[in-house]
């Protein structure tokens, strides 16, 4: 049916000056309305000044810093509380307390506190909005309400769906101060549904409606202590916060600066960190040929101008339509006004960022002219720029939009994956096979067709490159607040004094010639056994310590990154062959395990001083390890998680990359076979280091690869200085994640560098002999289970319909 414009513009007459046919083509937004009414009211019953959240009260202690929020006039709307170091300790105790409450309810009772917590919100949804708007952290009540049933469910299904792991403790939630309320709430829910305490150290941004939300838990029934909230500096009170016995695990959201200060603050003090710095990541948007223009510049310019987002977005258009997309771009942005800056330095960036862009050859789409001065600027496109242009590699605060251009459909995925950062990606095409081709091949944890910024719990999401070390969302992000049982190993408590500059740079001992004439051994670097780059050979000792078994390499820094270049250009190849593929390798792997069962059998006798039936039972458990992960190749297949929303949603499981293994002295061939199994049949490629103590078995080993169909380069041995070889890899920019079995000090040193790029850390100090045995055991199910989420990262592609 048609309607006839004339119609249109009578209806629209007394509403506004402009007709229907003219917003279409402007395709601006109409004018809102906003009142703050309940949450002044809350504000005021709080004369303004909220106060830490402790055992389910408000607590407004003297003598405390204050950080307040003003209005455009310059007036104090309202104060939030900063805790001190002195508040720290009340928090912990009351979360140890509230922990003993919490886990002693059934996962049906904390399912109905969440669901009842879900029900008070939505009374409360006004309040909750005005509050959110008022301190800059804007998150719709629905959001929440949304995060609320979907983490009951699994608050239900905890122990049914996943048995053999029980939550960590306490848990403290970081986030920074321009961290959004919802990626904080992302984190705070899934840990209270798997049975934790959670400790919040919220930023400025999110303080006061962390602060209204953990009311609201209370009156929706759980116990008091189960949730604290001190607000303060992300970085230094959270890091006081960790050093506490009482916290078991640390996450993070927020900025990547804040996040690789906090890595650093918490280093050796025995507690695992992940972070998820999503704020300030640059993501792309690409529009292909065959988008719809019209809707795909209408998304650009909400993405990037409509609202402040805690993400850069850069503009990736293919050539064939750059002319439509600019004549888009300039008639959408004419109507738009200026935009609110939030402070004088962010528009001296602005100003900075837009004179070097048109310095370089940029030309500038303008919604009007800068004003002379004021915290307004209008929204601009910074059109014809280059990837290694400054406003493209670090874009400065809003509003800026800068476009690049590319030819072909690959390109216009490598120019997507030129950020550093892999957060998301927006793609717009009406071609559904390139659409999901795109998707497959960008190196971000989200991926949005035809559309932008659109989360569900229900899809798991991994940082991938500099935007992660955990993942959030989904059945895969429970485990970040879960650990396998019986067997946990954990970290050291206790803090190292650790010079960072002079770790792993110790000199190998001097090997003293012997009359008789042990056995030398080969590193294993790009498919040929071969001497370490330096020459020189470290003499291992037999069980008694009476005499030299062997001579092994001394491998060093060429020796890491002479594997990792080898690793890099096969891994990408070996992820492609599909599971069915790498399962026929590792079954074959296992033949040839068996086959040389007598000479490994033999070897770890020689090294260990088992007797010879305890050796063989090893390479026994070995050969089924291996044979387990390759029939699990296949069963890791992702899924089409029910969302909400219309639209289809795709969660497909992806592998890391390359990943360096700093393997045990407990069981030297099990635990190689086990993590090497697991890494490579995920599609990745290992760089791993044997046990010092140990090496034999591991060297024995390369026999075994030398026979396989496993292509060259996908696994590399290493052996050496435990030390010296840790460093190597924790300071190789390419290696994604090290899988570390050592010293505290190690695991320190680790934690304190891997911060440029962010690395995902599997960290063990040691710990009892009893729970090392059960780890590497056959019914260790939920270790093996974890073993397999280390070596997978997870892909979300949200696809929505008319």
Same mark, same amino acid.
């Given at each position: 049916m048609t309607i006839d414009p004339l119609i249109c513009d009578t209806i629209m007459a007394g509403s506004t000056s402009k007709t229907v046919h003219d917003i279409f083509q402007s395709m601006e937004y109409g004018p809102t309305s906003s009142s703050s009414a309940t949450a002044q009211a809350w504000l005021e019953s709080h004369a303004r000044t909220l106060g830490l959240f402790i055992n389910g009260a408000f607590l407004n202690p003297a003598g405390r810093q204050l950080t307040s929020l003003t209005d455009a006039k310059g007036e104090r709307v309202f104060s939030v509380v900063c805790a001190g170091k002195e508040d720290v300790s009340e928090g912990l105790s009351s979360s140890a307390s509230g922990l003993r409450s919490w886990s002693e309810l059934s996962c049906a009772q904390r399912a109905k506190v969440l669901l009842k917590w879900a029900g008070v919100l939505g009374q409360h949804g006004p309040c909750v909005a005005e509050l959110s708007d008022l301190s800059g952290a804007s998150c719709p009540p629905a959001s929440l309400v949304r995060l609320a049933q979907y983490y009951s469910g699994w608050a239900q299904l905890r122990?049914?769906?996943?048995?053999?792991?029980?939550?960590?403790?306490?848990?403290?939630?970081?986030?920074?101060?321009?961290?959004?309320?919802?990626?904080?709430?992302?984190?705070?829910?899934?840990?209270?549904?798997?049975?934790?305490?959670?400790?919040?150290?919220?930023?400025?941004?999110?303080?006061?409606?962390?602060?209204?939300?953990?009311?609201?838990?209370?009156?929706?029934?759980?116990?008091? =202590?189960?949730?604290?909230?001190?607000?303060?500096?992300?970085?230094?009170?959270?890091?006081?916060?960790?050093?506490?016995?009482?916290?078991?695990?640390?996450?993070?959201? =927020?900025?990547?600066?804040?996040?690789?200060?906090?890595?650093?603050?918490?280093?050796?003090?025995?507690?695992?960190?992940?972070?998820?710095?999503?704020?300030?990541?640059?993501?792309?948007?690409?529009?292909?040929?065959?988008?719809?223009?019209?809707?795909?510049?209408?998304?650009?310019? $909400?993405?990037?101008?409509?609202?402040?987002?805690? /993400?850069?977005?850069?503009?990736?258009?293919?050539? =064939?339509?750059?002319?439509?997309?600019?004549?888009?771009?300039?008639?959408?942005?004419a109507g738009l006004k200026c935009v609110s800056l939030a402070s004088e330095a962010d528009r001296v960036l602005v100003e900075a960022a837009v004179q070097g862009a048109v310095q370089q050859g940029a030309t500038l789409i303008q919604s009007c002219g800068p004003p002379a001065s004021g915290l307004q600027y209008p929204a601009t496109v910074l059109c014809g720029v280059a990837p290694p242009s400054p406003c493209v590699a670090s874009p400065p605060p809003w509003p800026l939009l800068p476009l690049m251009t590319f030819r072909s459909h690959a390109e216009g995925v490598t120019l997507a994956n030129h950020s550093p950062h892999g957060h998301a990606a927006s793609i717009w095409t009406e071609d559904l096979t390139l659409a999901l081709e795109a998707a497959k091949s960008l190196s971000v944890g989200s991926v949005w067709v035809n559309s932008h910024s659109v989360c569900d719990p229900s899809l798991p999401s991994s940082g991938h490159k500099d935007s992660g070390t955990c993942t959030d969302g989904g059945r895969e992000g429970l485990y970040q607040?879960?650990?396998?049982?019986?067997?946990?190993?954990?970290?050291?408590?206790?803090?190292?004094?650790?010079?960072?500059?002079?770790?792993?740079?110790?000199?190998?001992?001097?090997?003293?010639?012997?009359?008789?004439?042990?056995?030398?051994?080969?590193?294993?670097?790009?498919?040929?056994?071969?001497?370490? $780059?330096?020459?020189?050979?470290?003499?291992?000792?037999?069980?008694?310590?009476?005499? /030299?078994?062997?001579?092994?390499?001394?491998?060093?820094?060429?020796?890491?990154?002479?594997?990792?270049?080898?690793?890099?250009?096969?891994?990408?190849?070996?992820?492609?062959?599909?599971?069915?593929?790498?399962?026929?390798?590792?079954?074959?792997?296992?033949?040839?395990?068996?086959?040389?069962?007598? $000479?490994?059998?033999?070897?770890?006798?020689?090294?260990?001083?088992?007797?010879?039936?305890?050796?063989?039972?090893?390479?026994?458990?070995?050969?089924?390890?291996l044979t387990d992960w390759a029939a699990r190749c296949s069963q890791t297949q992702g899924g089409a998680p029910a969302v909400p929303q219309a639209g289809s949603a795709l969660s497909l499981p992806q592998a890391l990359g390359v990943v360096g293994v700093v393997l045990p002295d407990h069981k030297p061939l099990l635990s190689l076979v086990t993590l090497l199994g697991a890494a490579v049949a995920m599609g990745n490629a290992v760089v791993m280091v044997p046990s010092q103590r140990y090496p034999v078995p591991a060297l024995t080993f390369i026999q075994v690869l030398q026979a396989s169909d496993l292509p060259a380069g996908l696994v590399n041995i290493i052996p050496g200085a435990r030390d010296q070889l840790t460093a190597a890899l924790a300071n190789h920019n390419v290696i994604k994640a090290i899988w570390y079995w050592g010293s505290p000090e190690g695991c320190q040193y680790l934690q304190h560098t891997c911060t440029g790029p962010f690395k995902t850390l599997w960290l063990h100090s040691g710990g009892p002999a009893a729970e090392e045995e059960a780890c590497w055991a056959p019914t260790s199910t939920s270790f093996l289970e974890e073993t397999w989420n280390q070596s997978t990262q997870w892909r979300s592609v949200w696809i929505p319909t008319a």
């Open positions: 122990d049914a769906r996943l048995s053999h792991w029980s939550p960590r403790g306490v848990v403290e939630v970081v986030a920074s101060d321009d961290c959004p309320l919802y990626s904080l709430m992302l984190k705070v829910l899934p840990a209270l549904a798997m049975g934790n305490a959670v400790m919040v150290v919220p930023g400025r941004v999110a303080a006061p409606s962390a602060l209204l939300l953990a009311q609201l838990f209370t009156e929706a029934g759980l116990p008091a =202590g189960a949730l604290n909230v001190l607000p303060g500096d992300p970085v230094s009170l959270g890091a006081i916060v960790a050093q506490s016995p009482t916290v078991n695990s640390v996450t993070y959201c =927020g900025n990547k600066q804040d996040g690789a200060a906090l890595c650093k603050a918490t280093a050796g003090l025995g507690v695992a960190v992940s972070v998820s710095p999503a704020v300030g990541a640059t993501c792309p948007f690409v529009v292909f040929e065959s988008a719809d223009i019209d809707s795909a510049v209408d998304g650009a310019i $909400e993405a990037a101008f409509k609202k402040r987002k805690e /993400v850069q977005w850069v503009l990736c258009v293919q050539e =064939g339509v750059l002319d439509a997309v600019l004549a888009r771009l300039r008639l959408r942005l607040f879960l650990q396998p049982s019986p067997c946990a190993p954990s970290l050291s408590r206790s803090t190292p004094a650790l010079d960072y500059d002079t770790f792993g740079s110790a000199a190998s001992p001097a090997v003293i010639p012997t009359e008789s004439a042990p056995k030398f051994y080969r590193q294993f670097v790009a498919g040929k056994s071969c001497k370490s $780059e330096s020459g020189g050979s470290v003499a291992v000792q037999t069980p008694d310590g009476a005499s /030299v078994l062997a001579y092994c390499p001394d491998g060093g820094r060429k020796d890491v990154r002479n594997a990792v270049e080898a690793a890099i250009k096969v891994q990408p190849g070996w992820m492609k062959k599909g599971p069915s593929a790498r399962a026929q390798s590792l079954y074959s792997l296992a033949k040839e395990l068996e086959a040389k069962r007598p $000479e490994l059998a033999a070897a770890i006798r020689a090294q260990t001083g088992l007797s010879l039936d305890e050796a063989d039972l090893e390479v026994e458990l070995s050969v089924d390890r």
